[in-house]
C-alpha cells in the first residue's frame, strides 16, 4: 500500500469538477451532497452487516468519494483541501492518543483499558472543545435512538450518575433478569406504542429532546449551586 490509489482518486475528483468535466459534478454543493453523504453511510452499514468484503469495499469507496467531494469544492474557494482534511484527523488522532504518542516531553499517558482510553478521549475532546454542557456535541440531527445513547453514554463517561434519568421500570428489569432478549423488549414497546396510535419515531425525538433539556436543566442547577458557594467563600 502505498497511497497511489488516493493520489489517483484526487485527480479524477479534481477533473470531474474542473471545466470541461462533469456538468452534473460541477454543480454540487455542500448543501446538495448531505443526502449523499447520509444514504452511503447507511449503505456502509448495510455493508458490514452483510459480512460480505466486496460489497464493503464498494460502499467504503462512495463513503471515501463524499469525503473528497466535499474537500475538492472547498478547495476551490481555499478553505481547505484533502490533505488537510488527512492531516487534521492525523492530528487529533496523536492528540487524543497520548498512551501511545509521547508528548513534547517524551511522556506518555498510562491507559490500561479500553474504557481508560474512552475516559481520556472524552476529556481531551471536551478540553479541546471547551464544552460547557454534556449535550454539546451531540447533533440534534442524529436519529433520536442514537442521540439518547449518546448522551447517557456521556452521562456514565462523565461519572454524573445523579443526571441519569431513571426511567426503566421494575417490569423491563425484570424481564430482562427473566432473560427476555433485549430486542423482544424492545420490539414490545414498539408494538405498545403503535397498538395506542402513537407514532414511536416521533415519541423517541420527543424523548431525546427532554432528555437534552432535562440534563441542560440540571448542569445549569449544579452551576448555580457552585457559582453561589464560590462567592460564599470569597
Known sequence: MN?????????????????????????QTHESLIQYLIEETYETVDAIDSADAEHLKEELGDLLLQVYFHSEIASET?????DDVANGIADKLIRRHPHVFPDAAGQIVAAETAADVEANWQNLKNAE?????????????????????????????????????M?????????????????????????ALRAQGIDPESELRTTALRLRAEIQSDEAKIAAVLKKSTSATE
Do not use: Y
Not at 482518486?9 to 468535466?21: D, F, Q, S, T
Not at 481555499?78 to 484533502?82: S, T
Not at 433478569?177 to 408494538?191: C, E, F, T
Open 167 to 191: 426511567r426503566a421500570t421494575a417490569a423491563v428489569e425484570t424481564a430482562l433478569m427473566d432473560g427476555v432478549q433485549p430486542a423482544d423488549l424492545v420490539l414490545a414497546a414498539i408494538s
Open 129 to 165: 472543545k471547551q464544552r460547557e454542557s454534556i449535550t454539546d456535541g451531540v447533533p440534534t440531527a442524529l436519529p433520536p435512538l442514537t442521540q439518547i445513547s449518546k448522551l447517557l453514554q456521556r452521562l456514565e463517561n462523565a461519572s454524573r450518575p445523579h443526571l441519569v434519568p
Open 78 to 82: 481555499g478553505k481547505f483541501n484533502i
Open 3 to 27: 497511497g497511489s490509489g488516493l493520489i489517483r482518486l484526487i485527480e479524477v475528483m479534481h477533473k470531474l469538477r474542473a471545466p470541461g468535466g462533469c456538468p452534473w459534478d460541477a454543480e
